[in-house]
């Protein structure tokens, strides 16, 4: 199974140089085959793990001396993450093909081999994240993550999007010193990089080294103080925003401060508070910054902080002894992993056959285009927790984890019940703008729209049914 998650992350570096290498026409084919290789490759790590009664499994790969520098783990959780990751990459690769093409109204690229060869390397480098099991590797490929993030949100070199892709990389990069101060921590204590020596520190010691990779995860999760790269990011092509900033950049956040906690041992309670308290001040100001937004991705943007923020919640609130939040924050990432690239796809889509992206020009998308507007809806509802759709279940959890753990610390009473008034108004938000674009007849923009290619149909179909099916998959994964 080792062997297998290797090949899920080398497969895309291995791709990304024969991307480089190959003449320009071959680089749309040659990137779809290596993500669907490295698809088929966790997918055949996940079946094979769920056949093995999902026996956790760790195994050093670089050492010096009796120092672990660079390990993977292969466990329910970084299997679940990492084929959300892997098949969202190969979704975007597959959407991507006709959308960059001359066709494009809003932006008509035909997709350089760099877009190619750095959405593989994210695919590679995210895969790499998930399931490495030190403190080393995670700065490694955490660094790569950046590295890509700023290569491709400067896609489209106008000065704007240089101005942002760079502001994302000093922002991300300055809250990675939260991890190299954990790293150096954790090897003075124990001489070892392995998360799991996080278990044997002392409780000041354990402290220090929690807070620290929570400072970096707040980094790249964009949580606040560290929000402000992640609105500006969406100078991006939006297959690269759909990437980046729904299935994996920002998940790179949640995701280490989640493998910390599970390395704990029992984190100490005010990891919980801190994290907690943060959570729900980003949530507040997420959704206040929804207010004034008529882009559709910026508005998407805002509310992948806040969803962010519910994983952040439902991470601190097991810190409390609550497992139902810690694996309801984990399904989350695996929802809205699914359901916000959709969202995104819709959103490039429109800009594609419309011209534009802004709300109060798109009405009458369902009547236009039936597969936009079905897609829209379900996006909203799925983010914003209606049932089935696959955001209500997760979020469920954690609501429900919250409010158990109150009983005995009352404070919790008031943080959970804000965070569960910001989720009412979060849907009332997004059902005012479905009513005002989604139905009714078509405004000039959309009634001049042209045909969606059926390569971006198609994609948009799978996440359509993603949003429903991908709750009832990580409610059984996790059991």
């Given at each position: 199974?080792?062997?297998?998650?290797?090949?899920?992350?080398?497969?895309?570096?291995?791709?990304?140089?024969v991307?480089?290498?190959?003449?320009?026409?071959?680089?749309?084919?040659?990137?779809?085959?290596?993500?669907?290789?490295?698809?088929?490759?966790?997918?055949t790590?996940?079946?094979?793990f769920?056949?093995?009664?999902?026996?956790?499994?760790?195994?050093?790969?670089?050492?010096?001396?009796?120092v672990?520098?660079?390990?993977?783990?292969v466990?329910?959780?970084?299997?679940?993450v990492?084929v959300?990751?892997v098949?969202?990459g190969?979704?975007?690769?597959?959407?991507?093909?006709?959308?960059?093409?001359?066709?494009?109204?809003?932006?008509?690229?035909?997709?350089?081999?760099?877009?190619?060869?750095?959405?593989l390397v994210?695919?590679?480098?995210?895969?790499?994240?998930?399931?490495?099991?030190?403190?080393?590797?995670?700065?490694?490929?955490?660094?790569?993550?950046?590295?890509?993030s700023w290569a491709?949100?400067?896609?489209?070199e106008?000065?704007?999007?240089?101005?942002?892709?760079?502001?994302?990389?000093?922002?991300?990069?300055?809250?990675?010193?939260?991890?190299?101060?954990?790293?150096?921590?954790?090897?003075?204590?124990?001489?070892?990089?392995?998360?799991?020596a996080?278990?044997t520190?002392?409780?000041?010691?354990?402290?220090?080294?929690l807070?620290?990779?929570?400072?970096?995860?707040?980094?790249k999760?964009?949580?606040?103080?560290?929000?402000?790269?992640?609105?500006?990011?969406?100078?991006?092509?939006?297959?690269?925003s759909?990437?980046?900033h729904?299935?994996?950049?920002?998940?790179?956040?949640?995701?280490?401060?989640?493998?910390?906690?599970?390395?704990?041992?029992?984190?100490?309670?005010?990891?919980?508070?801190?994290?907690?308290?943060?959570?729900?001040?980003?949530l507040?100001?997420?959704?206040?910054?929804?207010?004034p937004?008529?882009?559709?991705k910026?508005l998407?943007?805002w509310s992948?902080?806040?969803q962010?923020?519910?994983i952040?919640?439902?991470?601190?609130?097991?810190?409390?002894g609550?497992?139902?939040?810690?694996?309801?924050?984990?399904?989350?990432?695996?929802?809205?992993?699914?359901a916000?690239?959709?969202?995104?796809?819709?959103?490039?889509?429109?800009?594609?056959?419309?011209?534009?992206?802004?709300?109060?020009?798109?009405?009458?998308?369902?009547?236009?285009?039936?597969?936009?507007?079905?897609?829209?809806?379900?996006?909203?509802?799925?983010?914003?927790?209606?049932?089935?759709?696959?955001?209500?279940?997760?979020k469920?959890?954690?609501?429900?984890?919250?409010f158990?753990?109150?009983?005995a610390h009352?404070?919790?009473w008031?943080?959970?019940?804000?965070?569960?008034?910001?989720?009412?108004a979060?849907?009332?938000?997004?059902?005012?703008?479905?009513?005002?674009?989604?139905?009714?007849?078509?405004?000039?923009?959309m009634?001049?729209?042209?045909?969606?290619?059926?390569?971006?149909?198609?994609?948009?179909?799978?996440?359509?049914?993603?949003?429903v099916?991908?709750?009832?998959?990580a409610?059984?994964?996790?059991?």
């Amino acid at each position: 199974m080792i062997n297998l998650a290797l090949a899920t992350i080398l497969l895309p570096f291995v791709g990304a140089i024969v991307v480089a290498l190959a003449p320009q026409p071959a680089a749309k084919t040659i990137g779809r085959l290596f993500a669907g290789l490295s698809f088929l490759s966790v997918l055949t790590l996940a079946i094979s793990f769920a056949r093995g009664g999902k026996v956790a499994v760790e195994r050093a790969v670089l050492s010096f001396g009796d120092v672990e520098v660079l390990g993977f783990a292969v466990d329910k959780v970084s299997v679940l993450v990492a084929v959300a990751v892997v098949a969202i990459g190969l979704l975007v690769t597959l959407y991507s093909v006709d959308y960059f093409s001359a066709g494009n109204r809003e932006h008509a690229d035909i997709g350089r081999r760099r877009f190619w060869s750095f959405i593989l390397v994210f695919i590679g480098a995210m895969a790499g994240l998930v399931f490495t099991s030190t403190v080393i590797g995670q700065l490694v490929f955490f660094e790569i993550t950046g590295a890509c993030s700023w290569a491709l949100i400067g896609y489209y070199e106008k000065p704007k999007a240089l101005a942002s892709a760079l502001k994302a990389l000093i922002v991300t990069h300055i809250a990675s010193l939260g991890l190299y101060a954990a790293a150096v921590v954790l090897f003075l204590s124990t001489g070892t990089f392995a998360l799991s020596a996080i278990g044997t520190l002392p409780v000041a010691t354990k402290t220090i080294v929690l807070l620290a990779i929570l400072v970096a995860a707040w980094g790249k999760s964009a949580q606040l103080p560290f929000h402000m790269w992640l609105p500006d990011a969406m100078e991006a092509p939006t297959p690269v925003s759909a990437y980046l900033h729904a299935a994996s950049m920002v998940k790179v956040g949640v995701y280490i401060f989640a493998r910390a906690l599970m390395s704990s041992n029992g984190a100490p309670e005010i990891v919980g508070w801190v994290g907690t308290i943060m959570a729900v001040i980003t949530l507040v100001y997420g959704f206040a910054m929804y207010l004034p937004q008529a882009d559709l991705k910026r508005l998407l943007a805002w509310s992948t902080i806040t969803q962010l923020g519910y994983i952040f919640l439902g991470l601190s609130l097991s810190v409390f002894g609550s497992q139902l939040a810690f694996d309801g924050a984990i399904a989350h990432i695996f929802n809205h992993a699914f359901a916000k690239t959709l969202f995104f796809l819709v959103a490039g889509a429109l800009s594609y056959t419309a011209g534009t992206r802004m709300l109060p020009v798109l009405r009458g998308i369902l009547a236009k285009s039936p597969v936009l507007g079905i897609g829209f809806v379900v996006a909203a509802f799925a983010i914003t927790g209606v049932p089935p759709f696959s955001g209500f279940f997760s979020k469920f959890a954690i609501f429900a984890g919250g409010f158990r753990m109150a009983d005995a610390h009352p404070a919790l009473w008031v943080l959970v019940a804000v965070a569960l008034l910001e989720s009412v108004a979060s849907f009332a938000w997004f059902l005012k703008w479905i009513g005002k674009t989604v139905p009714g007849t078509p405004s000039e923009t959309m009634a001049a729209a042209q045909p969606v290619p059926a390569s971006m149909r198609f994609v948009l179909t799978v996440l359509i049914v993603m949003a429903v099916a991908s709750s009832f998959i990580a409610t059984a994964w996790l059991g």
